[in-house]
């Protein structure tokens, strides 16, 4: 589902961006932390009183999300990385992870489509990139 690249990628990046659709339609952006769950095949969010959260509520409601893992590796020149994960999510509780220390809550991504670019070879000009886009 994910290149090599892009599994390091994630495993290197301490912050995402989940976007949820709350009741009323309105869309919801927030910074979360992460990690790829090779056993579920998953990104998996966590967070502190995750389950008391707007966002885990969202879900419940609407499970289609989109998630943003991005950084510049370099601002002179100018580089850019960006995986974009679309998907279907799940709020679950009880689920102990080993590193989830905040609670045992967590918003589970089933990925359906995988945006990247910049994650295979970031250092060239940013109009020279090319998306990888692809349904997984």
């Not at 709350?22 to 998953?42: H, M, S």
């Not at 998996?44 to 499970?63: C, E, M, Q, W, Y």
């Not at 590796?73 to 960006?82: D, G, L």
């Amino acid at each position: 589902m994910f290149t090599e690249a892009e599994l390091a990628y994630l495993a290197a990046q301490p912050l995402g961006r989940l976007a949820t659709q709350q009741p009323d339609g309105t869309l919801q952006a927030n910074p979360v932390g992460f990690r790829y769950n090779p056993d579920e095949k998953t990104i998996d969010v966590t967070g502190h009183n995750l389950r008391n959260s707007k966002k885990f509520r969202n879900i419940a409601t609407h499970d289609r999300v989109a998630f943003v893992v991005d950084d510049l590796p370099s601002t002179n020149p100018w580089r850019v990385r960006c995986l974009e994960i679309r998907g279907r999510a799940e709020a679950l509780v009880g689920v102990g992870l080993p590193d989830n220390h905040f609670d045992d809550a967590v918003i589970r991504i089933h990925p359906e489509r995988i945006l990247a670019f910049g994650v295979e070879d970031w250092d060239r000009e940013p109009l020279e990139l090319e998306t990888n886009i692809r349904n997984v």
